[in-house]
């Protein structure tokens, strides 16, 4: 079945690093989708990214979709306290279905 | 607009017992998603439904655990004779029907089952 890995499963930066988490799909994607968890909390959509190539970025935070749309990155400037949670990417199937990455949980000393 | 709301947020059961999650989706969604996440853990796949049709549930066990979305009414998950590793939290979440794929799912805040 349609599988998406996603690394490292944990990281801990100080404050004021770059922290970056990666997402591999086994097939092409019609989309992805990244989301946050805070501790304690359920995940919630930061962002949607469609076409082959494509870059967007909210603030401190950039996420990239592969040319063959079959992976991903979410790279965090100067990772803050705020940014404490778990980072999951989810691939969309042809056929409307969101298959989620494992989740990378991040860590951030002050 | 209300959002995905899941009830009881906290549920308790002895094991042997059963364990009913209810999930009803945001206000025009028609596709819901169960996942089942372990602390410090990711989120495991569960079922996609569509009203009245389970679409996917590849990763539901094949014993105990059945879930519905019927006509009327919230999704169910349902699990029989839970047993202590059936302790987790149990997300759901509703994404709207789209003619261009899948689109943003929004996640209620969960259920904390403990198998006591």
């Known amino acids: 079945g349609q599988q998406v890995m996603q690394i490292p499963q944990y990281q801990h930066v100080q404050e004021g690093e770059d922290f970056t988490t990666y997402c591999n799909s086994s097939?092409?994607?019609?989309?992805i989708q990244w989301y946050k968890q805070r501790p304690g909390g359920h995940p919630v959509f930061l962002i949607q990214?469609?076409?082959?190539?494509e870059v967007k970025k909210q603030k401190r935070l950039t996420f990239q979709f592969g040319e063959a749309k079959k992976n991903s990155s979410l790279h965090i400037t100067a990772t803050q306290t705020t940014d404490v949670g778990t980072y999951f990417c989810a691939g969309g199937i042809y056929g409307n279905k969101l298959v989620f990455g494992a989740g990378t949980i991040l860590r951030v000393k002050s | 607009n209300a959002g995905v709301m899941q009830n009881p947020r906290h549920l308790v059961r002895r094991r042997g017992q059963e364990a009913r999650l209810r999930c009803s989706p945001m206000?025009?969604?028609?596709?819901v998603y169960w996942y089942r996440q372990l602390p410090e853990e990711g989120l495991k796949f569960m079922v996609y439904?569509?009203?009245?049709?389970?679409?996917?549930e590849s990763g539901m066990p094949k014993e105990r655990f059945s879930a519905e979305f019927p006509k009327e009414g919230p999704s169910i998950l349902r699990i029989q004779q839970v047993v202590r590793g059936d302790s987790a939290a149990y997300f759901c979440?509703?994404?709207?029907?789209?003619?261009?794929?899948?689109?943003?799912?929004?996640f209620g805040q969960g259920t904390r089952l403990t198998v006591v």
């Open positions: 439904l569509q009203k009245e049709n389970i679409i996917d």
């Open positions: 990214l469609v076409k082959s190539g």
């Open positions: 979440a509703s994404s709207p029907q789209s003619r261009g794929g899948v689109t943003e799912a929004f």
């Open positions: 206000k025009g969604h028609s596709h």
């Open positions: 097939t092409t994607l019609s989309n």
